[in-house]
């Protein structure tokens, strides 16, 4: 059974910062082709945020490019979301994406972000 766990959500005040992780279990590191971010606000669609390829490629919604950086540590199924100069439009719930090979898709449960003005 695959499992994504999300950590290191929290309330922080403008222009902060937090590190999300998210931990991969269940599924082979060499399966998986992407492993990424979403977020979604109260009200608001989920929405794209980042994700790393299996090539180490990167890519990025232009409302966080240049203040957010996502990394994987293949090793450790892990996915982190370095999040710098956040604004309260930052708000919102994270969730980690996984792919795998076959179409899967993978959410974790999501954690809480909240950025106070």
């Known amino acids: 059974q695959v499992q994504l766990v999300e950590s290191g959500g929290g309330l922080v005040q403008a222009g902060g910062s937090l590190r999300l992780s998210c931990v991969a279990s269940?599924?082979?590191?060499?399966?998986?082709?992407?492993m990424g971010w979403y977020r979604q606000a109260p009200g608001e669609q989920r929405e794209f945020i980042a994700t790393?390829?299996?090539?180490?490629?990167?890519v990025y919604d232009d409302s966080v490019k240049g203040r957010f950086t996502v990394s994987r540590d293949s090793t450790k199924n892990t996915v982190y979301l370095q999040m710098n100069s956040l604004k309260p439009e930052d708000t919102a719930v994270y969730y980690c994406?996984?792919?795998?090979?076959?179409?899967?898709?993978?959410w974790g449960q999501g954690t809480q972000v909240t950025v106070s003005s």
């Open positions: 790393s390829l299996s090539d180490d490629s990167t």
């Open positions: 269940g599924v082979s590191i060499f399966d998986i082709t992407a």
């Open positions: 994406n996984t792919h795998a090979l076959g179409g899967y898709n993978y």
